[in-house]
């Protein structure tokens, strides 16, 4: 069974940086995609970066900028560094990893950002 373990979360101030990281149980090479979601309170969860085993990553269009997600094959994870983080960043940010028959999801990371 596929595992994804979601770290960095935390509480900072508006104008600050955090850099969250996912590992993910085997090769990430498996995978067609890798991505982070997010959800705010009281909204639904929305993508904010897809990271695809050919192609370019992708990034939603109202984080782009602020965003980058990479990936270390060697260390079976990937991270989304955040930068200038406003309040409405805060939510719970999620990692997913999809294959050709698998779609698995970690336990979130709460982040705030707050004054």
């Known amino acids: 069974q596929v595992q994804l373990v979601e770290s960095g979360g935390g509480l900072v101030q508006p104008g600050g940086s955090l850099r969250l990281s996912c590992t993910i149980s085997?090769?990430?090479?498996?995978?067609?995609?890798i991505s982070w979601y997010r959800q705010p309170p009281g909204k639904e969860r929305e993508l904010v970066a897809t990271?695809?085993?050919?192609?370019?990553?992708k990034y939603a269009d109202a984080l782009k900028g602020r965003i980058t997600m990479t990936a270390d094959i060697d260390m079976n994870t990937v991270s989304l560094q955040m930068n200038s983080l406003k309040p409405e960043d805060t939510a719970v940010y999620y990692c997913?990893?999809?294959?050709?028959?698998?779609?698995?999801w970690g336990q979130g990371t709460q982040v705030t950002v707050s004054s």
């Open positions: 990271i695809f085993k050919t192609g370019p990553t």
């Open positions: 085997g090769s990430i090479d498996r995978y067609n995609a």
């Open positions: 997913n990893a999809r294959g050709d028959d698998s779609d698995s």
